[in-house]
């Protein structure tokens, strides 16, 4: 994974603190942090959206697959008083995020699993489940959305923002993928839909949000740009080379028309 750099050196998130005042023993506010540890599309507006199609509630039990530095799940658990699971594969992300939600005084919601979606979490015990820009790097998706479905109670819904494939790729658009972006196996719409249903969800909605995320790709690589002296400054030249390659590749693939974006409802 830690050839798609926006997962490599994820401690650069503490570079980013300290140039706001905010050293490693202080404490921290989610509106601190939101600014700097939303890794999908769109922010907390995206998360927004989402609880608005899960309607959840106070003390109902949410699993966040893919959960990054934690971003969403603090978010999610200081907004609305839900238990957040929050599960991630890679043990440095994991360490951040706990360290991050401790020091915002929300352990006692955001429980961290440093785990494997494909070995199963616990059966029927969530009353939502979200997935931002997470499923992509995962190609069982029958053992994936087996997994999801028995981890829902009865009726729940999961709410997935994702990529599809939109055409065939090119060698070096595959090549791109699997490698820059970690994900080797995209299915096309119909083909997601299919392995959903094969799943057992009965219920599926799903937008096509391409345009809207290829401007925020766009618009991503020119900030990158723009503010590139800074982010040296802050971070050092190789974590900043790493940051705009990657953003410049998945860039890319959104303006060539190799992609598609996706919100998904699924109960």
């Known amino acids: 994974m830690k050839a798609m750099k926006l997962y490599s050196d994820v401690h650069r998130i503490y570079n980013t603190l300290a140039a706001i005042g905010l050293g490693p023993d202080d404490r921290l506010t989610v509106a601190q942090l939101t600014p700097f540890d939303q ?19 106070p003390g109902e039990a949410l699993l966040d697959i893919g959960s990054g530095i934690g971003g969403p799940a603090r978010y999610i658990a200081d907004k609305t008083g839900v238990r957040v699971t929050a599960l991630e594969l890679q043990p440095d992300l994991d360490a951040v995020a706990r360290d991050l939600t401790a020091r915002c005084g929300l352990a006692a919601r955001v429980t961290h699993v440093c785990g494997n979606i494909l070995n199963g979490a616990p059966r029927g015990q969530f009353d939502g ?10 190609p069982d998706k029958p053992r994936l959305f087996a997994a999801a479905r028995a981890a829902l109670k009865p009726g729940r819904a999961m709410y997935i923002e994702d990529f ?12 791109s993928l699997a490698v820059k972006v970690q994900s080797a196996a995209l299915p096309d719409v119909a083909e997601y839909r299919a392995h959903l249903e094969r799943a057992g969800f009965a219920e599926i909605s799903m937008t096509d949000v391409t345009a809207e ?11 990158a740009r723009a503010d590139h002296d800074a982010n040296v400054a802050l971070h050092g030249a190789a974590i900043v080379a790493g940051l705009e390659d990657f953003y410049e590749a998945i860039d890319a693939l959104w303006q060539g028309g190799a992609l598609t974006g996706l919100r998904i409802l699924a109960r």
Not at 42 to 55: F, I, K, S, W
Not at 214 to 223: C, E, I, P, T, Y
């Open 39 to 57: 890794y999908h599309y769109e922010g907390t507006d995206a998360v927004d959206l989402a609880l608005d199609h899960l309607g959840l509630h």
């Open 213 to 223: 995320w290829q401007r925020v790709s766009a618009n991503r690589v020119r900030a």
């Open 129 to 138: 489940i979200i997935s931002m820009l997470c499923m992509l790097h995962i």
């Open 164 to 175: 599809a494939r939109a055409r065939p790729l090119s060698a070096a658009e595959a090549e």
